[in-house]
């Protein structure tokens, strides 16, 4: 054991451990969760210390002897190394201090080891002279909260990317199967099984465009700003320095704020992330509950899509199959907009200039963005990859329906369609056979306009029956 104190006193450290008295305190103090803070959190935060290292170096204000080891530190922390050595629970009182003075610690102590002085020796290289040198927890916090995002991110992009991917194939893989489109809940008309994919594939690529540019948002930073956005004891060339390194050590575009007080007191920009992720939420469970819907059966229900069987659906029915990956994905999606709710609480909680929520928005934010990331590679992996269209069955229910009748009102009219429609639904006699006994169209003319492209994509040959009924119905009255 070693002993360490702060202003509240002294305590006991295992020697073997690299955090110290303050990160004991929040062990003490915060038992909530459970869980671990997020790696990639750590990493980043790791890499925003290592940024204000080589600032405050480059300044001259940081000794380079000190300065090299925390940095050297700080890259062993960003490559994984040390991950165990963060124990503070990620919801916790104090605006996130406990985890930036575990970090503080971590990164002093590995240092103090790099320079061959044993751990606990602050007066050498300290927590907070050196490690936070021009810092507080109030722009280092967030700034490593964005950064996070920005990684996390780019993982969810990729994800929702290969879903677009696989939709579009899908929708040129079905295009040409007709099937029964529904309002309602109710037969509507025609759409090609092809559409319906595209459709799902341009809702989520609109969703991905919208989150990466609630992303664009979180590039703007307030490191420099320190406790309350003032500047207090960060030197104005390290200020314009830090947000440098952090752009290079990043390869994205961190740029300062204009406004540090506002920064460092509004949250808006992490409640931005949040909603567009809660946004893409409600895309994806319409589309996991449209492949439900269309899966139903497969004898009693609509038996549209074939999904792949991943895993017997019951410990009582045999042979039953379930579609748990669209349940998962939707369950997945309940809650990201759960958390959407702790991030909006979270961000219009902050007092005067300092939002102290950021901890619970943090653990939120990441855990949406990991949790959709998961859920959206494993529904095209174990789903849509191995999705396939029932085309007899498609083709029996637009056989079947009476809203195929929509398509021969421009050759027809309203009312006898309506007719049509009414001695179908009460007869369930097919529309296209009632059609022929009445003589209004001929086998070809219905031919064309109950054609899948006719009535998904209407055309010149659909053209040319509506003037032809048009002529006979002239001559008729004429």
């Given at each position: 054991?070693?002993?360490?104190?702060?202003?509240?006193?002294?305590?006991?450290?295992?020697?073997?451990v690299?955090?110290?008295?303050?990160?004991?305190?929040?062990?003490?103090?915060?038992?909530?969760?459970?869980?671990?803070?997020?790696?990639?959190?750590?990493?980043?935060?790791?890499?925003?210390?290592k940024?204000?290292a080589?600032?405050?170096?480059?300044t001259?204000?940081?000794?380079?002897?000190?300065?090299?080891?925390?940095?050297?530190?700080?890259?062993?922390?960003?490559?994984?190394?040390?991950?165990?050595?963060?124990?503070?629970?990620?919801?916790?009182g104090?605006?996130g201090?406990?985890?930036?003075?575990?970090?503080?610690?971590?990164?002093?102590n590995?240092?103090?080891?790099?320079?061959?002085?044993?751990?606990?020796?602050?007066?050498?290289?300290?927590?907070?002279?050196?490690?936070?040198?021009a810092?507080?927890t109030?722009?280092?916090?967030?700034?490593?909260?964005?950064?996070?995002?920005?990684?996390?991110?780019?993982?969810?992009?990729?994800?929702?990317?290969?879903?677009?991917d696989?939709?579009?194939?899908?929708?040129?893989?079905?295009k040409?199967?007709?099937?029964?489109?529904?309002?309602?809940?109710?037969?509507?008309?025609?759409?090609?099984?092809g559409?319906?994919?595209?459709?799902?594939?341009?809702a989520?690529?609109r969703?991905?465009?919208?989150?990466?540019?609630?992303?664009?948002?979180?590039?703007?930073?307030?490191?420099?700003?320190?406790?309350?956005?003032?500047?207090?004891?960060?030197?104005?060339?390290?200020?314009?320095?830090?947000?440098k390194?952090?752009?290079?050590?990043?390869?994205?575009?961190?740029?300062?704020?204009?406004?540090?007080?506002?920064?460092?007191?509004?949250?808006?920009?992490?409640?931005?992330?949040?909603?567009?992720?809660?946004?893409?939420?409600?895309?994806?469970?319409?589309?996991?509950?449209?492949?439900?819907?269309?899966?139903?059966?497969?004898?009693?229900?609509?038996?549209?899509?074939?999904?792949?069987?991943?895993?017997p659906?019951?410990?009582?029915?045999?042979?039953?199959?379930?579609?748990?990956?669209?349940?998962?994905?939707?369950?997945?999606?309940?809650?990201?907009?759960g958390?959407?709710?702790?991030?909006?609480?979270?961000?219009?909680?902050?007092?005067?200039?300092?939002?102290?929520?950021e901890p619970?928005?943090?653990?939120?934010?990441?855990?949406?963005?990991?949790?959709?990331?998961?859920?959206?590679?494993?529904?095209?992996?174990?789903?849509?990859?191995?999705?396939?269209?029932?085309?007899?069955?498609?083709?029996?229910?637009?056989?079947?329906?009476?809203?195929?009748?929509?398509?021969?009102?421009p050759?027809?009219?309203?009312?006898?369609?309506?007719?049509?429609?009414k001695?179908?639904?009460?007869?369930?006699?097919?529309?296209?056979?009632?059609i022929?006994?009445?003589?209004?169209?001929?086998?070809?003319q219905?031919?064309i306009?109950?054609?899948?492209?006719?009535?998904?994509?209407?055309g010149?040959?659909?053209?040319?029956?509506?003037?032809?009924?048009?002529?006979?119905q002239?001559?008729?009255?004429?």
């Amino acid at each position: 054991m070693r002993k360490e104190h702060d202003f509240l006193g002294e305590m006991e450290v295992p020697d073997t451990v690299y955090y110290g008295v303050q990160t004991m305190r929040a062990m003490e103090n915060f038992h909530i969760t459970g869980d671990h803070l997020d790696a990639d959190f750590i990493a980043s935060m790791a890499l925003v210390k290592k940024a204000a290292a080589l600032a405050n170096m480059e300044t001259g204000r940081l000794n380079s002897r000190i300065g090299k080891a925390i940095v050297q530190a700080a890259t062993e922390v960003m490559e994984g190394r040390f991950t165990d050595q963060f124990p503070v629970d990620p919801i916790q009182g104090g605006a996130g201090t406990s985890v930036n003075m575990n970090m503080n610690e971590v990164l002093c102590n590995r240092a103090l080891e790099i320079m061959e002085k044993p751990k606990g020796r602050y007066d050498i290289v300290s927590p907070n002279n050196h490690a936070n040198m021009a810092q507080s927890t109030n722009d280092v916090f967030p700034t490593s909260m964005k950064v996070c995002l920005i990684l996390k991110g780019k993982k969810l992009s990729a994800a929702l990317r290969h879903l677009e991917d696989g939709l579009e194939q899908k929708s040129e893989e079905f295009k040409d199967i007709v099937k029964m489109g529904r309002t309602h809940l109710q037969d509507a008309v025609p759409i090609t099984l092809g559409q319906e994919m595209a459709s799902y594939a341009s809702a989520v690529r609109r969703s991905r465009k919208r989150m990466e540019r609630a992303l664009e948002g979180v590039h703007t930073i307030n490191m420099g700003g320190t406790a309350v956005g003032t500047g207090l004891n960060a030197e104005p060339e390290y200020i314009k320095t830090v947000s440098k390194k952090i752009s290079f050590l990043t390869g994205e575009m961190f740029v300062t704020a204009d406004n540090l007080v506002d920064m460092t007191n509004n949250t808006d920009g992490f409640a931005d992330v949040s909603s567009s992720m809660k946004c893409m939420a409600l895309v994806l469970i319409k589309m996991a509950n449209d492949f439900r819907l269309m899966a139903s059966g497969p004898r009693c229900g609509l038996n549209e899509l074939k999904l792949p069987a991943r895993q017997p659906g019951s410990s009582i029915m045999p042979g039953k199959v379930n579609p748990v990956m669209a349940e998962v994905l939707n369950q997945t999606c309940y809650q990201v907009i759960g958390n959407d709710m702790a991030v909006s609480m979270g961000a219009e909680n902050g007092q005067f200039e300092l939002n102290v929520m950021e901890p619970v928005m943090a653990f939120n934010l990441f855990h949406s963005l990991q949790y959709l990331t998961n859920a959206v590679n494993l529904f095209v992996k174990n789903l849509l990859t191995g999705l396939q269209a029932n085309t007899r069955q498609c083709q029996y229910w637009v056989d079947h329906s009476v809203g195929i009748v929509t398509a021969l009102l421009p050759h027809i009219g309203y009312e006898r369609a309506s007719m049509l429609a009414k001695e179908a639904y009460h007869t369930g006699r097919p529309i296209r056979d009632i059609i022929l006994e009445r003589g209004y169209l001929t086998k070809e003319q219905i031919d064309i306009i109950l054609s899948p492209g006719e009535m998904t994509q209407p055309g010149i040959a659909g053209r040319q029956v509506w003037e032809e009924t048009c002529a006979r119905q002239q001559k008729i009255s004429g």
